[in-house]
T-cell receptor
């Protein structure tokens, strides 16, 4: 149990376009989902925390107008990178937990390349 | 902000060896995670613990709250154990958000 999926697994887009990444909890209801970004050979960095039905909480330095997060249901959260630039190229990982204080289950990640 | 230090950064072992990866953190936590990240990037949660010791197959995780230190042990290591092992600590930050602070990871390579 506790499987989290992400789609797509990798995406290449042109600079200036928007990209949507989906994170789904397949066999449990996730009240909280987390979005992380990982640059090569670096640690995961938390971008934002989303709770179902409410606005996401963004970490300092993360532009909320650029990285739009929607957690409309207990099994789906989306991250939209708007007007993507080459510096947004990274590995984006989501995690989900039934309750915020419980174990986070990680998705397989989405590799984004912006040309 | 919690600082999480892992050691070693890189570890190469021969198949069958006993492996230990260490994690130290600077301030109190509510829980500590050990994660495994394979070359493709996907992350698997191995353990979440707040005290004592947990065992799953050939993996053992221990934590000493007073010393702010945790270890991950792998017995009878195998080449398929080759991955990056990441320590992450959870700081209760109030409200309903429980954030993780991650170590930089330990790259383990097990040679046949």
């Amino acid at each position: 149990g506790a499987v989290v999926s992400q789609h797509p697994s990798r995406v290449i887009c042109k600079s200036g376009t928007s990209v949507k990444i989906e994170c789904r909890s397949l066999d449990f209801q996730a009240t909280t989902m987390f979005w992380y970004r990982q640059f090569p050979k670096q640690s995961l960095m938390l971008m934002a925390t989303s709770n179902e039905g409410s606005k996401a909480t963004y970490e300092q330095g993360v532009e909320k107008d650029k990285f739009l997060i929607n957690h409309a249901s207990l099994t789906l959260s989306t991250l939209t990178v708007t007007s993507a630039h080459p510096e947004d190229s990274s590995f984006y990982i989501c995690s989900a937990s039934r309750l915020a204080r419980e174990t986070q289950y990680f998705g397989p990640g989405t590799r984004l390349l912006v040309l | 902000k919690n600082e999480v230090e892992q050691s070693p950064q890189n570890l190469t072992a021969q198949e069958g060896e006993f492996i230990t990866i260490n994690c130290s953190y600077s301030v109190g936590i509510s829980a500590l995670h050990w994660l495994q990240q394979h070359p493709g990037g996907g992350i698997v949660s191995l353990f979440m613990l707040s005290s004592g010791k947990k065992k799953h197959g050939r993996l053992i995780a221990t934590i000493n709250i007073q010393e702010k230190h945790s270890s991950l042990h792998i017995t009878a290591s195998h080449p398929r154990d080759s991955a990056v092992y990441i320590c992450a600590v959870r700081n209760p930050s109030g409200g309903s958000n429980y954030k993780l602070t991650f170590g930089k990871g330990t790259l383990l390579t097990v040679n046949p």
